[in-house]
């Protein structure tokens, strides 16, 4: 069972920025790809930026630019560097890791972003 905590989460006015972490169980492995996913009131669930381990990431167009993903060596930690923020950004942000085998997908218990003037 892999337990994963965000932290950093807060209010920030249009164009700021802030940083996300989370802290993992530490039991991932290097198959795992590691993320983050959003939800936005009214909205489903959506990818924000994934990250594996070989440092290979992938954003949502429409963070491209804006948002950084870093994972660390030992993989116990997932970062996300927001800059530029927009109110659009405001939603709850979740970390993810996704194992490959079995196929399981763990979650974080979600940490509010709230982006307005």
């Known amino acids: 069972q892999v337990q994963l905590v965000e932290s950093g989460g807060g209010w920030v006015q249009p164009g700021g920025s802030l940083r996300l972490s989370c802290a993992t169980s530490r039991n991932i492995f290097t198959t795992d790809v590691m993320g983050w996913y959003r939800r936005a009131p009214g909205k489903q669930r959506e990818l924000v930026a994934t990250?594996?381990?070989?440092?290979?990431?992938n954003y949502a167009d429409s963070v491209k630019g804006r948002f950084t993903i870093s994972r660390d060596r030992p993989n116990y930690t997932v970062d996300l560097q927001m800059i530029s923020l927009k109110p659009e950004d405001t939603a709850v942000y979740y970390c993810n890791v996704k194992r490959v085998w079995p196929n399981i997908d763990y979650w974080g218990q979600g940490t509010q972003v709230t982006v307005s003037s």
């Open positions: 990250i594996t381990s070989g440092g290979i990431t």
